[in-house]
Nanobody, 120 residues
């Protein structure tokens, strides 16, 4: 079993920046891919950014050029730097972890979610 603990989130004005963090608990499960997904009210959950253990990265189209994902080498800790935030970035952001190597589909483990609200 993997527990994912998210931190960061909150309220920010449009054009501002925010950083989210996610740390995975130690376990015998080998995590390959970690990532962020988000869900806005009335919308489906969507990919924000994912990063594999070997450094492959995939960003959602709506955040390319504005968000950056990084991962601490050798640790199951991940960061999402969000710049030039827009009101449409408002959503609950979920940390995700996978044992598989795909950067296009989510893994089985989810964090509890953290709210990001961008005011106009």
């Amino acid at each position: 079993q993997v527990q994912l603990v998210e931190s960061g989130g909150g309220l920010v004005q449009a054009g501002g920046s925010m950083r989210l963090s996610c740390a995975a608990s130690r376990s015998t499960f080998s995590i390959n891919v970690m990532g962020w997904y988000r869900q806005a009210p009335g919308k489906q959950r969507e990919l924000v950014a994912v990063i594999s253990r070997d450094g492959r990265i995939n960003y959602g189209d709506s955040v390319k050029g504005r968000f950056g994902i990084s991962r601490v080498s050798g640790e199951n800790t991940m960061y999402l730097q969000m710049n030039s935030l827009k009101p449409e970035d408002t959503a609950v952001y979920y940390c995700n972890a996978a044992g598989h190597s795909s950067v296009t589909i989510p893994g089985a483990y989810w964090g509890q979610g953290t709210q990001v609200t961008v005011s106009s």
